[in-house]
T-cell receptor, first 116, second 112 residues
């Protein structure tokens, strides 16, 4: 089945130690998103890629970076995690076509990040 | 600024009772509308969506929602709650390009 995969599902890192979360998709969608979700809150968009074009949200801290080396993969890098960065990180995909049909978002299972 | 409001952060119903989760959006332009469900430690799963056409939309697991432009609402309903419906539900809207906006979520508790 086509899907969005996130690895690892659970990640523990130390305060200040860089960490990378990965997302892959078999849907061949041209848009990929990273969200941060804290307990009992709505997902908060960090950034998204439309093809290779990177779109950062204005309030996303510089501590968060992303890479999309190809259509299938997208990475979230947290350069110096703080205790406040402990959260669930959700990857999602969607398809956008200019002037045409588009699709809803498909979410991966998430990676729960713990910062010690 | 666009916004999505979900009334009631927690809703509790008895098994077999009607489920009603409320969602209102702010926009002069009708958006695309979605409801997602999230189980603990899992991603979001699409329940249903409204894009164009029929305003009453049926989704998975017996859920449906009605788009009411005059009320800027997209409330989610299910005639008879099941224990397995206990989860968190998010309303989302898409106005332009690729950005989706989520409501703050409603946790549904189903009592036996």
């Amino acid at each position: 089945d086509a899907m969005v995969i996130q690895n690892p599902r659970y990640q523990v890192t130390q305060f200040g130690k860089p960490v990378t979360l990965s997302c892959s998709q078999t849907l061949n969608h041209n848009v990929m998103y990273w969200y941060q979700q804290k307990s009992s809150q709505a997902p908060k968009l960090l950034f998204h890629y439309y093809d290779k074009d990177f779109n950062n949200e204005a309030d996303t801290p510089d501590n968060f970076q992303s890479r999309r080396p190809n259509t299938s993969f997208c990475f979230l890098d947290i350069r110096s995690p703080g205790l406040g960065d402990a959260a669930m990180y959700l990857c999602a995909t969607s398809e956008y076509r200019t002037g045409g049909a588009w699709h809803e978002q498909y979410f991966g299972p998430g990676t729960r990040l713990t910062v010690t | 600024a666009q916004s999505v409001t979900q009334l009631g952060s927690h809703v509790s119903v008895s098994e077999g009772a009607l489920v009603l989760l409320r969602c209102n959006y702010s926009s002069s332009v009708p958006p695309y509308l979605f409801w997602y469900v999230q189980y603990p430690n899992q991603g979001l799963q699409l329940l249903l969506k409204y894009t164009t056409g029929a305003t009453l939309v049926k989704g998975i697991n017996g859920f449906e929602a009605e788009f009411k432009k005059s009320e800027t609402s997209f409330h989610l309903t299910k005639p008879s709650a099941h224990m397995s419906d206990a989860a968190e539900y998010f309303c989302a809207v898409k106005y332009n390009f690729n950005k989706f906006y989520f409501g703050s979520g409603t946790k549904l508790n189903v009592k036996p």
